[in-house]
């Protein structure tokens, strides 16, 4: 079955440090590959998508992500965090072949930024 | 239009008891998916519509689940005789249908329903 890994669970940086959350995925053929966020208290929100193109992908807010296909790995960085970063990251994978339309989420990365 | 709604927000109920959920998608939305989400986890697909077909459940969907969407519009869940183990945050999505050419549309979240079985 796909699976999908958030390598860490809880990430604490200060404002202004940069940051990369690794995500890995275990299904080897087509892929799209999705960021999600959750700021305390509101939904989740989009922050980037990779469907096909350049790999490295630029998304909201300054954060962008690398799509690696031999090592099966979509990480996301922002060289410089701001406070209001402060959210859960998803990192998602919807496989495109036998019909699958269903999103497989890793478990999430709770990314505190302090001033 | 404002995205993808649910109500009631939060539901807590007793064991044993029955709920149901409801899910406006964004309009010209064809598909409607639901997911639960756990407490420390992501969330969890559990099935999803294209109009008013059920095309896809999850092992996850047991015989206590059943969703529908009726036009082809909004969706509801229904949990009958919950259980403690249904506490979670049920979300619904919607996007736009796939094109000829394959591919994936993005699927917009609304903000859940969060239930408590007492």
């Known amino acids: 079955a796909q699976s999908v890994s958030q390598h860490n669970h809880h990430v604490i940086l200060s404002e202004a440090a940069s940051l990369e959350l690794g995500c890995n995925y275990s299904y080897g053929g087509t892929v799209n590959l999705f960021w999600y966020v959750q700021y305390p208290g509101q939904h989740l929100q989009l922050l980037l998508k990779y469907f096909s193109g350049d790999p490295l992908v630029k998304g909201i807010k300054g954060f962008e992500a690398e799509f690696i296909k031999s090592k099966f790995s979509f990480n996301l960085r922002k060289p410089s965090v701001q406070w209001s970063d402060t959210a859960e990251y998803f990192c998602a994978v919807n496989q495109l072949s036998g019909g699958y339309n269903k999103l497989i989420f890793g478990a999430g990365t709770r990314l505190a930024v302090h001033p | 239009d404002t995205g993808v709604s649910q109500d009631p927000r939060h539901k807590i109920t007793k064991r044993g008891q029955n709920v149901t959920f409801r899910c406006d998608p964004i309009s010209e939305h064809n598909r409607l998916y639901w997911y639960r989400q756990t407490l420390g986890q992501g969330p969890e697909f559990l099935t999803y519509f294209q109009n008013e077909a059920q095309l896809e459940k999850s092992r996850l969907l047991s015989d206590r689940f059943s969703a529908e969407r009726p036009k082809g519009s909004f969706s509801t869940l229904e949990i009958q005789r919950t259980e403690q183990g249904d506490s979670a945050m049920y979300l619904c999505?919607?996007?736009?249908?796939?094109?000829?050419?394959?591919?994936?549309?993005?699927?917009?979240f609304g903000p859940g329903t969060r239930l408590l079985v007492l």
């Open positions: 999505a919607s996007s736009e249908l796939v094109g000829a050419g394959g591919g994936h549309k993005t699927q917009y």
